[in-house]
């Protein structure tokens, strides 16, 4: 039998963090701001909104960490741009970037979503990145609005 943990969440007293690379920023930018647009949507209070910019992708999974610790939120979206280059360095930050990120969810049983790009050319992220066409950045805040609705449904014991 499988029941519905839809609950209702009072999203202005919600905080949330954004942990967004700096590195690509023409990509990672224009994913940070559909990721506030779409919790600020949901009715996310701005000031609720905290968001730390780190050098590069690499950097996330230490950032949402300490979001996680220090700054009360319920939950962090990762934003980054990793594009393929023709060193492996792009296998090793995708591999190291996911791992911790999957790593964080488990530790602290609280929401960091997935929106960092991992592409072959700045062509696909930049598609993957505007605003008028699937921007990632707004889809892993909408994916943390979710998982804080179910971590909380769960919690409530619905």
Not at 66 to 74: M, R
Not at 76 to 104: K, M, Q, S, W
Request: charged share 25%; glycine share 10%.
């Amino acid at each position: 039998m499988s029941r519905n943990l839809d609950v209702s969440v009072e999203w202005e007293n919600v905080r949330v963090g954004i942990a967004a690379s700096r590195w690509n920023s023409a990509i990672t930018d224009e994913m940070l701001q559909g990721a506030i647009a779409a919790l600020k949507n949901k009715g996310v209070k701005e000031e609720n909104i905290l968001t730390v910019r780190c050098p590069g992708s690499y950097e996330i999974p230490l950032v949402c960490q300490q979001l996680l610790e220090d700054a009360g939120v319920e939950g962090v979206v990762a934003i980054g741009a990793v594009i393929r280059g023709e060193t492996p360095h792009f296998d090793y930050v995708c591999d190291a970037v996911n791992r911790g990120v999957a790593e964080l969810n488990l530790k602290f049983s609280k929401p960091v979503t997935f929106g960092v790009l991992t592409t072959d050319s700045v062509e696909q992220a930049v598609e993957r990145s505007r605003q008028d066409k699937g921007n990632k950045g707004a889809e892993a805040a909408l994916a943390l609005c979710e998982m804080i609705g179910i971590s909380k449904g769960l919690k409530a014991g619905k």
